[in-house]
């Protein structure tokens, strides 16, 4: 059973930066991609990020390319977010998620079997 648990959300000042973690267990994470996916008040979970399996691609939607950077550590089975320059309309619960297929990589929610409990991200202006 696959088990993730997301971190380092909080309120945080137009322009600042946050880090967020999400540690997997439960399966061999190396074979799978991940991806991070967000949903404000009133709104679809949307995609944010995806990485490989590897690391080697990563994927950004529109809204966040040039300021997020998604990357993961295969031997410590974390992926993590940073987020630098956020707005306010970043604001947000943040969900991390593990593909369901081995060796896929997908921006689809419906591609991605498990999911996170969510940290809640602020941004004020």
């Known amino acids: 059973q696959v088990q993730l648990v997301e971190s380092g959300g909080g309120l945080v000042q137009a322009g600042g930066s946050l880090r967020l973690s999400c540690a997997a267990s439960?399966?061999?994470?190396?074979?799978?991609?991940m991806g991070w996916f967000r949903q404000a008040p009133g709104k679809e979970r949307e995609f944010v990020t995806v990485?490989?399996?590897?690391?080697?691609?990563?994927y950004y939607a529109d809204s966040v390319k040039g300021r997020f950077t998604i990357s993961r550590d295969n031997a410590k089975n974390t992926v993590y977010l940073q987020m630098n320059s956020l707005k306010p309309e970043d604001t947000a619960v943040y969900y991390c998620?593990?593909?369901?297929?081995?060796?896929?990589?997908?921006?689809?929610?419906?591609?991605?079997?498990?999911w996170g409990q969510g940290t809640q991200v602020t941004v004020s202006s």
């Open positions: 998620a593990m593909g369901s297929r081995r060796y896929q990589s997908s921006t689809a929610k419906a591609d991605f079997g498990s």
């Open positions: 439960g399966r061999t994470f190396s074979n799978y991609a």
């Open positions: 990485i490989s399996w590897t690391g080697g691609n990563t």
